[in-house]
């Protein structure tokens, strides 16, 4: 450490910056010989060095009034501006990433002598990811529909612009019901759903069964189950696979629920995390083993997943208001007429119906119960919402897969009322 801190800062700052714009431009003349544009560009990895010496150099001869560095910049910015021009005549070359990338060069010696090292190296692997992922951007380009740009448009305005100006105020005063709460609720559950929603469209359209299983489940384990029972019956050869899909969903369900209690209720988090990691593995575990029972020669069947809704549609967010609205209701009157013995049979019922909303109130709302209540209450929803699923797989599958169906969720649902039974 000693000898390190022997070294003077300017020293480190110029290897750091001559490093640092090498490898820029050793990936600009990768780029362009791929490309085979190397005639259209004006440098590649020892021009990108020098532009960054270049800066430098200039930004530490008049470090406080930066006019050698300035001047620097509108030269180098008049030099690529020429270039830029005779690409338009000579090429017809009309890009300016490479420009640009050299003006960022030119930014790194101030950056490595006044800002932190790894805030440097994020924005040079920033620089380096985006440069070689033209293509993959032009092909996810490609399946994005205009659509998908204002469903996106509608997240950042609920979640960036509505919920931090949304009251935080009592709506009735003995519940504690306030409009930010509600908003927040559905921008959390959105959010999830919204990713899940995204990985389904835009990256796995047409993946294996396992996976539309395990990306279902942070969606809906419900909806995810009655589907792909439904199309294990258009292809029974590969039964087994949709089965394990459906209790991969289900496993995912104890993932999403864990999320939900980290965001909403750390204490509660720290309460029973432990048993929803442990419902997790085993039910990817009992996943697993349906996968591979009596079937040594596997082989991923695909299937499309195409039957989420937008989660942030309309509809679906008004349902899910109105069903947290409700529930609050509903719980504030069991709990205070019933108390703890009637939120377990509120949860047992609850468990029939979509258990997010009747959960993240449970999580977000101030009721007069112990920790140890919600937590049993939690459990009971999930072991009612397992039973739900259980039927409503071999409703929609056929007779022979019915062991499989059975035997997995009756083996999670032993396990989910094992943990119950501690609360």
């Not at 209450?377 to 072991?383: G, M, N, R, V």
Request: with cysteine; charged share 10%.
């Amino acid at each position: 450490m000693e000898l390190i801190n022997a070294i003077p800062k300017t020293l480190i700052g110029f290897l750091l910056v001559a490093l640092f714009s090498l490898i820029i431009g050793l990936s600009q003349r990768l780029k362009h010989v791929s490309d085979q544009s190397t005639e259209s560009t004006f440098g590649t990895d020892r021009t990108f060095t020098f532009i960054g010496i270049f800066g430098f150099i200039l930004y530490i001869l008049n470090p406080s009034g930066l006019i050698l560095y300035v001047g620097g910049g509108l030269v180098l910015s008049i030099f690529l501006a020429i270039n830029y021009y005779h690409n338009i005549l000579k090429y017809e070359f009309h890009g300016i990433t490479t420009i640009l990338i050299a003006l960022i060069t030119y930014t790194i010696g101030p950056l490595v002598m006044t800002q932190p090292y790894w805030l440097v190296i994020l924005i040079i692997v920033t620089v380096l990811i985006f440069t070689e992922l033209k293509e993959s951007f032009y092909m996810i380009s490609k399946k994005i529909d205009k659509e998908e740009f204002i469903t996106l448009g509608k997240f950042l305005i609920i979640a960036g612009v509505i919920l931090p100006i949304v009251p935080n105020e009592q709506i009735f005063k003995n519940i504690s019901l306030t409009p930010y709460n509600i908003w927040l609720a559905i921008v959390v559950v959105s959010t999830i759903s919204y990713m899940s929603y995204l990985l389904k469209k835009f990256v796995f359209r047409k993946g294996s069964i396992i996976i539309s299983g395990i990306l279902g489940g942070l969606y809906s384990s419900t909806a995810t189950t009655i589907i792909l029972a439904r199309k294990s019956k258009t292809d029974p050869a590969s039964g087994n696979q949709y089965i394990a899909g459906v209790i991969f969903a289900t496993a995912m369900m104890y993932l999403r629920i864990m999320i939900l209690i980290m965001i909403f209720s750390y204490d509660l988090f720290r309460s029973i995390f432990i048993y929803l990691i442990f419902l997790f593995i085993l039910s990817a575990l009992i996943g697993v083993f349906i996968l591979f029972y009596r079937n040594k020669n596997f082989t991923a069947a695909e299937t499309e997943v195409t039957h989420e809704k937008n989660p942030l549609e309309f509809k679906v967010a008004l349902i899910f208001t109105v069903l947290y609205i409700a529930f609050t209701f509903i719980t504030y009157f069991v709990l205070k007429n019933w108390g703890t013995s009637g939120l377990n049979v509120l949860s047992f019922m609850v468990g029939l119906t979509d258990i997010d909303p009747f959960l993240v109130n449970l999580f977000q709302g101030k009721f007069s119960v112990t920790m140890d209540a919600v937590s049993l209450a939690t459990l009971q929803a999930i072991i009612s919402n397992n039973v739900l699923k259980m039927i409503y797989a071999c409703f929609f599958s056929g007779k022979k897969l019915w062991f499989y169906i059975i035997g997995g969720f009756i083996l999670i649902i032993i396990l989910n009322s094992i943990f119950a039974l501690v609360f």
